[in-house]
């Protein structure tokens, strides 16, 4: 295959993940639009309730991340038996991670009114986060089907559902935050039934699909329950547990940056969410050819052609770093307009378009890091990317933004240098591991 015919695939792979994944953010960012017209406390409280939800939702979907590589690498050897097993499997852990997580937030909740947050944001923050959490466990059953698609190299279907789910949010937010259509004003807990309701139709609607769509016919099976092998569940969570731990890694890094900025005041925590939930939009963009090259690398693994694996990984790097540097001169230009998307309070706004400039600088960064990483994934290669992320962002990044803010004095704008630190090393060691598995595989290669 030439680089050309790489470009062209990885793109026909990776623009429905990249749809899908905007339709995901989509979600978070209307209900933030719609939540931060009720004022900075409301936008503050979604986002210190985040904390603790996305932390514990992205294991759970890290730990789904072990069906794509998984069934991807079993259809390059053409083994459609090992492929079911694999959804069969795959189902069973998910659900019952869901049921876990959904557990450890409803104990831990409480935690939030001493992380020496404002009073009235973490009021607001509890019941919100209540019902979003319900909210993980038909998420993860999406996560199911939609990883076993996007395996067989089928990402179109999670992508049209998703942007569905998208109108049905838009519609419920707009009925339950503000009370229109006959519903109860409900404020920011109506944004928490609105994403409830939402994934529980995406959950509903990707199995339908799955089950009774003729092109997934012949993986029937991995519908039916029983005759469990013990060694297949060891396999995918010894893939599983280390990728939701790399997302555990870095999305709370994130995560306690916000608490960080909390301790500077609401104002400024509103000013984080705004800029925060920008990065994410152009993060979740750039994670459509993170799975791109997840399922490509996977599946020249299983056809043993390390040439053509190294040859889409790279394209889809060169893709993602083009991408970035698009999103860093949107976020350098717009960086006064875009936060009035949020919020009309000015000194938000001034907070905001400083911290936009530091999340233009680490575009670049974030894009290698997770297509390096996904791609590290595809070659089942997950613990030691692990230690490596813990590393960049505990070790180094939150202890470096922590001095630059508060013993420095750089507020915001340290916690965030401190952000782009982390980045930086991460992508970095992301991108030698990948270079020298590759290189140990061709050896192995030549050898056979």
């Not at 015919?5 to 623009?15: G, K, M, P, Q, V």
């Not at 639009?33 to 992205?58: E, T």
């Not at 000013?271 to 939009?281: E, L, R, S």
Request: charged residues 10%; glycine residues 8%; contains cysteine.
């Amino acid at each position: 295959m030439t680089l050309k015919t790489h470009l062209r695939e990885n793109f026909y792979l990776a623009y429905p993940v990249m749809l899908s994944n905007l339709g995901h953010v989509t979600m978070g960012v209307s209900d933030n639009v719609m939540v931060g017209h009720l004022g900075a406390s409301s936008l503050a409280a979604a986002g210190l309730a985040l904390v603790a939800f996305n932390v514990l939702m992205l294991f759970g979907i890290g730990v789904s991340y072990a069906i794509t590589p998984l069934v991807a690498t079993a259809h390059g050897e053409g083994n459609d038996e090992a492929v079911a097993q694999t959804l069969k499997h795959g189902l069973i852990i998910n659900v019952i991670t869901g049921v876990c997580l959904v557990g450890v937030v409803y104990a831990a909740r409480n935690i939030l009114y001493y992380i020496d947050q404002p009073e009235d944001v973490v009021d607001l923050a509890i019941p919100y986060l209540g019902i979003i959490t319900v909210s993980i466990i038909p998420m993860l059953i999406f996560q199911t089907y939609k990883q076993f698609a996007e395996g067989l190299s089928n990402t179109k279907v999670a992508m049209i559902i998703i942007l569905f789910a998208n109108v049905v949010n838009i519609a419920l937010n707009y009925s339950l935050i503000y009370g229109h259509a006959g519903m109860p004003a409900l404020g920011l807990r109506g944004a928490g039934w609105a994403t409830l309701l939402s994934r529980i139709f995406m959950a509903l609607a990707i199995a339908g699909y799955i089950y009774y769509s003729p092109t997934f016919h012949k993986y029937r099976a991995g519908f039916s329950f029983g005759n469990y092998a013990r060694s297949l569940f060891k396999k995918m969570l010894n893939i599983g547990i280390p990728s939701g731990a790399q997302f555990i890694f870095e999305v709370a890094a994130f995560d306690f940056s916000l608490v960080m900025i909390g301790w500077l005041g609401t104002t400024t925590q509103a000013a984080h969410q705004i800029t925060i939930n920008m990065a994410t939009v152009t993060y979740m963009t750039t994670a459509g050819l993170a799975a791109a090259a997840t399922v490509r690398v996977s599946y020249f693994l299983g056809n043993k052609d390390i040439r053509n694996l190294k040859l889409a990984a790279y394209s889809l790097l060169g893709m993602a770093m083009a991408l970035m540097g698009c999103c860093a001169v949107i976020f350098i230009a717009g960086r006064h307009t875009l936060p009035h998307l949020y919020i009309d309070d000015a000194e938000v706004i001034s907070i905001a378009s400083n911290l936009l400039i530091i999340a233009a600088l680490f575009q670049f960064s974030d894009g290698a890091q997770v297509v390096c990483a996904s791609a590290l994934r595809g070659l089942q290669d997950v613990k030691i990317p692990s230690v490596l992320i813990f590393i960049c962002y505990w070790v180094i990044s939150l202890p470096l933004g922590y001095v630059l803010a508060f013993n420095i004095g750089l507020g915001a704008i340290g916690i965030w240098l401190g952000l782009l630190i982390g980045l930086t090393l991460t992508a970095i060691a992301m991108f030698v591991r990948f270079k020298m598995l590759v290189k140990t595989l061709s050896m192995v290669n030549a050898d056979v």
